[in-house]
């Protein structure tokens, strides 16, 4: 499926199009999302893809264990979920301070590559804002790459951490945490559960936005 399929698909069955399956976050019709959705996608050298909610990174570790897709057996085929409300570009850099890579590198004694994780180093590191309404647990490789110059300059453009979160559909995630548990402090079932009721929900500003 190209672009203008999906686009098609969206017009005559919006509720498929958020649940439709694009197989990758840096493919081609993902790459053409994020052109027609984000304001702010000039170019596909300065972006890489990326997930909103990771189900089978391996920094997903608590106490030492593994969860996600190494919690049990039955979970050992979990993929990443692609519906379009799971994708967004990040700001792309080298390896060292790629923001990807960093969010879940395998350093750390503490499951990291959870979205509320970022989010609030973003938050604090990337605008400076000193209260926010839940605890920051620091994972310096994250804070590290959000400081670095190029990735700091990115989250600058926005101006303001508000319009960060609106110019990439993550208000209502961001409500959603500063109200909830975190997301490590849940059971893997419960952890994707409402990880999967956030994804649809920003997926539909999503295809509104890209059918408008």
Not at 72 to 101: A, C, M, Q, V, W
Request: overall charge neutral.
């Amino acid at each position: 499926m190209n672009i203008n399929e999906y686009i098609e698909l969206a017009k005559n069955d919006f509720q498929l199009a958020i649940t439709y399956d694009i197989k990758s976050d840096d493919n081609v019709v993902a790459k053409a999302i994020y052109k027609n959705v984000f304001d702010f996608y000039n170019h596909d050298s300065e972006f890489s893809g990326d997930v909103v909610f990771s189900w089978k990174s391996s920094s997903l570790v608590k106490d030492g264990v593994f969860i996600g897709k190494r919690v049990d057996k039955k979970y050992n085929r979990i993929e990443n979920n692609h519906y379009i409300g799971n994708l967004f570009p990040n700001s792309l850099t080298d390896k060292k301070f790629s923001l990807n890579t960093n969010r879940n590198g395998t350093m750390g004694d503490f499951p990291h590559d959870y979205f509320d994780i970022f989010l609030t180093h973003v938050a604090k590191y990337g605008y400076g804002i000193k209260d926010i309404p839940i605890e920051v647990k620091e994972y310096y490789p994250l804070k590290r790459a959000i400081l670095h110059d190029k990735n700091l300059d990115f989250f600058k453009s926005f101006k303001t951490f508000d319009n960060y979160l609106e110019k990439n559909f993550f208000t209502e995630i961001w409500k959603y945490i500063c109200n909830k548990k975190p997301f490590s402090d849940m059971k893997f079932e419960e952890y994707k559960e409402e990880s999967l009721k956030l994804i649809k929900s920003r997926g539909e500003q999503m295809v509104q936005k890209l059918i408008r």
